[in-house]
């Protein structure tokens, strides 16, 4: 089957609070994600197989040259098999091309492999206040 990534792509609510919940280990919400990606966001690049929304990621930004990605996510059936990376790769792909100089990410450390390895993220200190 095909796989097509799609920047700022139309989805359904249902089926990416259903993903979302898959991915995260937490039930079903009723999340507006298109209010919030259209309030705070750059973009998000959604993947297709077929009908179904099989991978996500959200890019947020400052309105300058600092993008972040969050909630990055692939469909359990299609992990590892380089979908979130290639997620991952358009999102910086968009970001440059809206002239952001930085794409951020933080994770938790099982992640290491996937955003180090995969994706190219290069580590770098930062810092975090839990609130």
């Given at each position: 089957?095909?796989?097509?990534?799609?920047?700022?792509?139309?989805?359904?609510?249902?089926?990416?609070?259903?993903?979302?919940a898959?991915?995260?280990?937490?039930?079903?919400?009723?999340?507006?994600?298109?209010?919030?990606?259209?309030?705070?966001?750059?973009?998000w690049?959604?993947?297709?197989?077929?009908?179904?929304?099989?991978?996500f990621?959200?890019?947020?930004?400052?309105?300058?040259v600092?993008?972040?990605?969050?909630?990055t996510?692939?469909?359990?059936?299609r992990?590892?098999?380089?979908?979130?990376?290639?997620l991952?790769?358009?999102?910086?792909c968009e970001a440059?091309?809206?002239?952001?100089?930085?794409?951020?990410?933080?994770?938790?450390?099982?992640?290491?492999?996937?955003?180090?390895?995969?994706?190219?993220?290069?580590?770098?200190?930062?810092g975090?206040?839990?609130?």
């Open positions: 089957m095909t796989i097509t990534y799609q920047w700022r792509g139309t989805f359904d609510n249902a089926a990416l609070n259903a993903l979302h898959e991915g995260f280990g937490h039930s079903v919400a009723e999340t507006d994600w298109r209010t919030r990606l259209e309030r705070h966001s750059l973009g690049v959604c993947a297709w197989e077929e009908s179904s929304l099989i991978g990621v959200n890019v947020v930004w400052d309105g300058g600092h993008a972040f990605i969050l909630d996510v692939v469909a359990r059936h992990r590892a098999q380089g979908v979130g990376a290639a991952v790769a358009a999102a910086a440059r091309a809206a002239k952001c100089e930085w794409l951020h990410v933080d994770f938790e450390e099982h992640l290491r492999p996937f955003y180090f390895g995969a994706c190219g993220f290069k580590e770098t200190a930062a975090l206040i839990a609130l």
